[in-house]
């Protein structure tokens, strides 16, 4: 069992720049690859990114792709995802998941989840 809790979220113009975090509990999160996921009011949850167990491979959405980095600290059980030029279409509560498999870009490929944490754009 991995148990899951993000910070970071918050109020920011747009074009500004948040980090997310989310700290994992358990001494098995190494071996999970880990991902973002976000979902916007009125829409459903969709990918933003995602990290292998060893962090030697990313994957983006497009919408964020050059603005978005997802990284990881296997040592400090944490995963972090650094958002540059911010727009308000970005708006959404965003989630850390946890997955067993290689390259988890769909939202049935994680296994935990955290609560959620509000990143809100403004114009």
């Known amino acids: 069992q991995v148990q899951l809790v993000e910070s970071g979220g918050g109020l920011v113009q747009a074009g500004g720049s948040l980090r997310l975090s989310c700290a994992a509990s358990g001494r098995t999160f190494s071996s999970y690859a880990m991902g973002w996921l976000r979902q916007a009011p009125g829409k459903e949850r969709e990918f933003v990114a995602a990290?292998?167990?060893?962090?030697?491979?990313?994957y983006y959405a497009d919408s964020v792709k050059g603005r978005f980095t997802i990284s990881r600290d296997n040592a400090k059980n944490t995963v972090y995802l650094q958002m540059n030029s911010l727009k308000p279409e970005d708006t959404a509560l965003y989630y850390c998941?946890?997955?067993?498999?290689?390259?988890?870009?769909?939202?049935?490929?994680?296994?935990?989840w955290g609560q959620g944490t509000q990143v809100t754009v403004s114009s």
């Open positions: 990290i292998s167990w060893s962090g030697g491979n990313v």
């Open positions: 998941a946890a997955s067993r498999y290689i390259a988890p870009t769909r939202e049935d490929e994680y296994l935990y």
